[in-house]
């Protein structure tokens, strides 16, 4: 298995929205720019986004391609390890499985007791699928009987697992298990670090050494030449996830009244209005917005906080998340891997 990347990835995140074909074309485009990967969210009421994810890999050759993120509340981890494996195979080796806990699923009425027994008991069901381990497995949340295994030979015994987790226990299941660690929502170097420390504390413990888990970061993302544009739209995109993500962030104090009145604002579907509350401290915090530069500045203070891999998530662009793609891989991709290739050689 990967440990830490040798060099910094950029990656692109896609909203599940578009048709099969749209995707292929994305993905193409993605691994045409030249970045590192492609991630696909599994937000409730969105399309699932393994579909997607398969026609990027029709198009594609060398990006990596993963779910951001499934969860084991809405999928069994059994049906989890089939889709990966689907994805797999389909892409010749180049799947990663992203896990969380999920949000929202309130609105469905999903309850969501014991989450991190929830995510060890599906990395371990998913594994010993993969690999073809019948001895079976018995979890605090999920079960395998002895004998049980998938009908069919998967492509890879193992694949990567990320884990969308925040806090320090979350931190020290991620050092047992996982390959990575992404920050959903984030753009701010603080919780970079503070994830950076506490994966390598429990890594150590584990007996896996420092750097064994990467870090991600990936948050809504939005370049424009025009700097104040692309501010405008990223604050309309990014209330909701302040509202989720800003209780969870440590290194982030959010006023409670702020935080209510976001909450408010989103339940009315009130998005712009919420984000106009957003001081601008915080939307940095939350969010990749501005001129290609500023993106770029953004990005290498991510890499130099300790992220392995920084994900441009949607909207890209204010006319279009293809031209807004283009723009990062043209303008802002360039710049970012030659300041972090002059940092390396100095």
């Known amino acids: 298995m ?21 995707y292929g074309a994305l993905g193409a485009l993605v691994e045409g ?49 089939g889709q990966v494996a689907a ?23 999903v309850e969501q007791p014991r989450p991190l ?19 079976g497995y018995h979890g605090r949340a999920f079960t395998l009987e002895p004998g049980m295994k998938l009908q069919y030979e998967p492509l890879r015994p193992e694949v990567d697992v990320l884990l969308g987790v925040w ?29 950076r420390q506490r994966l390598d504390d429990s890594s150590i413990a584990a007996g896996r050494g420092a750097g064994t888990v990467r870090v991600a970061a990936g948050a809504v993302t939005v370049v424009d030449r025009d700097g104040d544009r692309a501010r405008r739209l990223a604050r309309r995109e990014v209330a909701m996830y302040v509202d989720v993500v800003g209780q969870l962030d440590e290194t982030v104090t959010v006023d409670p009244e702020l935080q209510a009145r976001l909450g408010e604002l989103i339940r009315e579907g009130r998005l712009d209005d919420a984000g106009a509350l957003l001081p601008a401290d915080l939307l940095r915090r939350f969010c990749l917005a501005g001129t290609p530069a500023e993106v ?23 006319a279009s998340g ?4 283009r723009l990062l891989g043209e303008q802002v991709l360039p710049e970012v891997r030659r300041a972090m290739e002059r940092e390396r050689a100095s």
Not at 2 to 22: F, G, I, K, N, Y
Not at 167 to 188: D, F, H, I, T, Y
Not at 299 to 318: C, K, N, Q
């Open 322 to 325: 293809a031209e807004g793609i």
């Open 296 to 318: 770029a500045e953004q990005t290498i203070e991510l890499f130099r906080s300790g992220a392995d891999r920084v994900e441009y998530g949607t909207p890209h662009g204010v």
């Open 87 to 109: 994805l797999d195979e389909a892409s010749g080796g180049r799947a990663y499985l992203g896990l969380a806990r999920g949000s929202w699923l309130q609105q469905v009425g």
């Open 33 to 81: 720019l030249g970045f590192d990967g492609l991630s696909v969210y599994g937000d409730l009421g969105f399309q699932p986004p393994i579909p997607a994810l398969l026609a990027a890999a029709r198009t594609t050759a060398r990006i990596t391609l993963g779910p951001a993120c499934l969860n084991p509340y809405l999928t069994h981890p059994v049906e989890i390890a």
């Open 2 to 22: 990967s440990t830490r990347a040798s060099h910094p990835h950029v990656s692109v995140a896609l909203q599940s929205v578009w048709s099969p074909s749209e």
């Open 117 to 135: 027994a929830h995510l060890e008991d599906t990395i371990e069901v998913v594994r010993r699928l993969l690999a073809g381990d019948v001895s």
């Open 167 to 195: 806090g320090p226990r979350g931190a020290e299941l991620a050092g047992r298990l996982a390959q990575e660690v992404k920050l959903g929502g984030s753009a701010n170097p603080d919780m970079v670090r503070l994830m």
